[in-house]
């Protein structure tokens, strides 16, 4: 018997052979496939990494920060994105545990009381506070995995202390926005604004025309989610994220940035688009591409397996024989 992979030997008597019949096609029509496994109960998710991640505080010099871990291999810090909890990244983390040690934390004025003045929260803090907790866990060299607004602060560690990263992982990554005189004015307006972004109007409609349509009916109950947890981000934390992005501009840093990096970005992203992602490919000197068909900003949500997979295979790939951890690998 040929070996997997190799090429067919041909018979010495092929006039023996018996020859294979072609299959009926209506026998192939209706041949029983196997259905594709139901997606995961996010919820479920959510609750069973409560039960296991381990969640601390660390005081650092501008608020106290929370910070979640889960799992024991690598250490893999996850810079989340711009709103939401880290009850959004649960699905994400429970499989990416599997192969590191993920390390998920919350930006300044998310929580009552930890003793943040975002006034005077710089871009460039938000970057120290990366190296504090780093330090604080005492890791040493980590990986990245940055989404959205956490690409900008990703972006900014990787350029001021590269070989702390052997590789890192953006999603959703950009450089710098253009931001319009309206948007400019609703933010200053936001920032005056108590509570959560539950109540800010037009919230629903905005998410709904950005994201909606990469949540199918099957995933109806994560687009419910993503609303609820969407909706308990503070309105001072997000406006002043917002109000740094606003202002920022790492264009002039990304040729310096040596690090090998994986880009990763949905084809109908409409938050960061296309032309965003052309511009950060380009002046990254030592990155790879990969648009994801059909997939819009929010693949920890829609596409949360696919996704940590990818990370693992581009932070610490199997070699050409297999895994070997893998049963069979090697043989």
Same mark, same amino acid.
């Given at each position: ?167 890192? !992982? ?8 253009? $931001? =319009?005189? /309206? %948007?400019? *004015? @609703? ?103 990969? !648009? ?8 920890? $949500? =829609?596409? /949360? %397996?696919? *996704? @940590? ?23």
């Amino acid at each position: 018997m040929p070996s997997p992979g190799s090429e067919p030997v041909p018979d010495a008597n092929p006039v023996s052979a018996p020859a294979l019949a072609p299959a009926p096609t209506e026998a192939i029509e209706n041949a029983e496939r196997p259905p594709c496994p139901a997606p995961a109960d996010f919820r479920a998710e959510i609750a069973a990494y409560d039960r296991a991640a381990h969640v601390d505080t660390w005081m650092g010099p501008r608020y106290r920060m929370t910070y979640r871990t889960l799992g024991q291999g690598p250490p893999l810090v996850v810079v989340p994105g711009i709103a939401a909890t880290y009850r959004v990244y649960a699905l994400l983390l429970n499989r990416l545990s599997a192969k590191f040690r993920t390390i998920l934390y919350d930006y300044p004025g998310e929580h009552p009381g930890d003793s943040a003045h975002l006034g005077r929260i710089t871009h460039e803090n938000l970057v120290d506070d990366v190296f504090g907790l780093i330090e604080h866990l005492r890791l040493g060299r980590v990986f990245l995995f940055a989404m959205s607004f956490g690409t900008t602060v990703a972006l900014r560690a990787l350029s001021r202390e590269p070989r702390r990263f052997p590789k890192a !992982v953006l999603q959703g990554a950009f450089a710098h926005r253009r $931001f =319009t005189f /309206a %948007e400019r *004015l @609703a933010l200053a307006v936001g920032r005056r604004m108590p509570g959560t972004v539950s109540h800010l109007p037009l919230r629903n409609s905005i998410l709904t025309y950005n994201s909606r349509a990469h949540f199918p009916e099957i995933l109806e109950d994560r687009w419910r989610i993503y609303l609820e947890q969407n909706g308990l981000t503070p309105v001072a934390s997000l406006a002043h994220r917002v109000d740094l992005v606003s202002r920022l501009d790492l264009r002039p840093i990304l040729p310096e940035i040596p690090n090998e990096i994986l880009l990763l970005h949905g084809n109908e992203d409409r938050i960061v688009t296309q032309r965003d992602f052309d511009a950060i490919r380009a002046d990254l000197g030592n990155a790879r591409a990969v !648009v994801m068909p059909l997939v819009g900003h929010q693949p920890h $949500f =829609t596409h /949360a %397996e696919a *996704l @940590a997979g990818t990370i693992v295979e581009y932070l610490i790939p199997c070699a050409p024989g297999g895994c070997p951890n893998e049963q069979g690998s090697g043989a």
